[in-house]
């Protein structure tokens, strides 16, 4: 098990950028995969990117792809989500989550493949 505390949320305009982290405990941080969903109200909690634990792999959602880029300090426990031309619609909360298994692409989308959750930091971007 792993602890996450996710920060950097904030209130932004469309156009600019934002980085989100999430700190894990734990002395196994290295061998999870990571990844970023998030959540708007009545709706689901969707997939925005992953990152292997060693992380040679990458993964995201269409509606984010060429803005936003994951990346993972090992020695650090952290994992980071930089958001470049955000939009409206990517207002939401968005939480980290932790998997201890090597996940293949489509598993890391599913969040049934994660059994470690933040409490999430909301983002929002206005128009």
């Known amino acids: 098990q792993v602890q996450l505390v996710e920060s950097g949320g904030g209130l932004v305009q469309t156009g600019d950028s934002l980085r989100l982290s999430c700190a894990a405990s734990?002395?196994?941080?290295?061998?999870?995969?990571m990844a970023w969903f998030r959540q708007t109200p009545g709706k689901a909690r969707d997939f925005v990117s992953a990152i292997r634990g060693s992380g040679s792999r990458t993964y995201y959602a269409d509606p984010v792809k060429g803005r936003f880029t994951i990346s993972r300090d090992n020695g650090a426990n952290t994992v980071d989500l930089q958001m470049n031309s955000l939009k409206p619609e990517d207002t939401a909360v968005y939480y980290c989550?932790?998997?201890?298994?090597?996940?293949?692409?489509?598993?890391?989308?599913?969040?049934?493949?994660?059994?470690?959750w933040g409490q999430g930091t909301q983002v929002t971007v206005s128009s």
């Open positions: 734990g002395r196994t941080f290295g061998s999870y995969t």
């Open positions: 989550a932790a998997s201890r298994y090597l996940l293949s692409e489509s598993a890391s989308a599913a969040r049934e493949s994660y059994d470690n």
